[in-house]
């Protein structure tokens, strides 16, 4: 993968797709900075806080937009998980080779570069298996309840999502991410990772934990027990300094 021929390439595409904005190439020249950390392999698994910090891209609706119409525009695919712990898929094009102009390329025939390896950029937590195991899965359920009702279908789906495992968080930035959100404070989000981190994330010492985030809120709750009160300095005025002590 030579990624300067491949930038060459992308910016040639860039100079006759009137479609595309500032927002479209700053977006795609940061995925392709994540894509050559993972040294060029397909694909790579994206963080929207991530990738919005490193496009300048401040407003959810516009991240979005600008990603689904790379995608629609045949720059990446784009695959959402909907799942903010584990992070969407992007496969990103080999650009290097292809004199076609850009309006004749098509999903089908773009293809990633055959030196690519299947594995993600940010979450290392086997992703392509886990969902290949998990597609399986339904299939295997989807046809025994062929001859289910559709309510007992809708109460096996929603079993079946509650069964999945939540990932722990995977560092110290992606949980001070979180207490952001939850308008809370860098260091309460180190006293959490801290306490959780040094006990192999169980909960009161025993039990694995499930889901980190429904237990950042519940701390987040519980945080004002834990606050020392100042000591009083005021002396009484009514002492008798006779009285022996």
């Known amino acids: 993968m030579n990624y300067i021929r491949h930038l060459a390439g992308f910016f040639d595409r860039v100079a006759k797709d009137d479609r595309l904005g500032p927002l479209h190439v700053s977006m795609y020249?940061?995925?392709?900075?994540?894509?050559?950390?993972?040294?060029?392999k397909n694909p790579i698994s994206i963080s929207r806080s991530e990738?919005?910090?490193?496009?300048?891209?401040?407003?959810?609706?516009?991240?979005?937009?600008?990603i689904k119409e790379l995608n629609n525009y045949g720059y990446l695919r784009y695959e959402p998980s909907f799942n903010p712990i584990?992070?969407?898929?992007?496969?990103?094009f080999n650009f290097e080779t292809g004199d076609e102009p850009l309006?004749?390329?098509?999903?089908?025939?773009?293809?990633p570069?055959?030196?690519?390896?299947?594995?993600?950029?940010?979450?290392?937590?086997?992703?392509?298996?886990?969902?290949?195991?998990?597609?399986?899965?339904y299939e295997d359920t989807s046809s025994n309840l062929d001859g289910?009702?559709?309510?007992?279908?809708?109460?096996?789906?929603?079993?079946?999502?509650?069964?999945?495992?939540v990932p722990m968080p995977e560092s110290l930035e992606e949980v001070k991410a979180f207490f952001t959100e939850q308008k809370s404070t860098a260091i309460e989000a180190e006293k959490f990772y801290n306490y959780f981190q040094s006990n192999g994330w169980k909960v009161g010492g025993r039990a694995p934990m499930k889901d980190w985030q429904a237990a950042a809120r519940n701390w987040l709750l519980n945080s004002h027990k834990f606050e020392t009160k100042k000591p009083s300095l005021h002396a009484s005025t009514v002492k008798d300094y006779a009285e022996p002590l």
Not at 86 to 92: F, K, Q
Not at 148 to 165: L, M, S, V, Y
């Open 103 to 111: 309006e004749e390329r098509s999903h089908t025939k773009i293809k």
């Open 51 to 66: 990738l919005m910090r490193v496009s300048k891209i401040s407003a959810k609706a516009t991240y979005h937009k600008c």
């Open 113 to 137: 570069a055959s030196s690519q390896v299947e594995e993600p950029y940010i979450n290392n937590t086997n992703i392509i298996n886990s969902k290949l195991a998990k597609e399986q899965a």
């Open 148 to 165: 289910a009702n559709p309510q007992e279908k809708k109460k096996n789906c929603a079993k079946r999502k509650r069964e999945d495992p």
């Open 86 to 92: 584990r992070g969407s898929l992007v496969y990103l």
């Open 29 to 40: 020249v940061s995925l392709f900075q994540f894509w050559n950390a993972s040294r060029f």
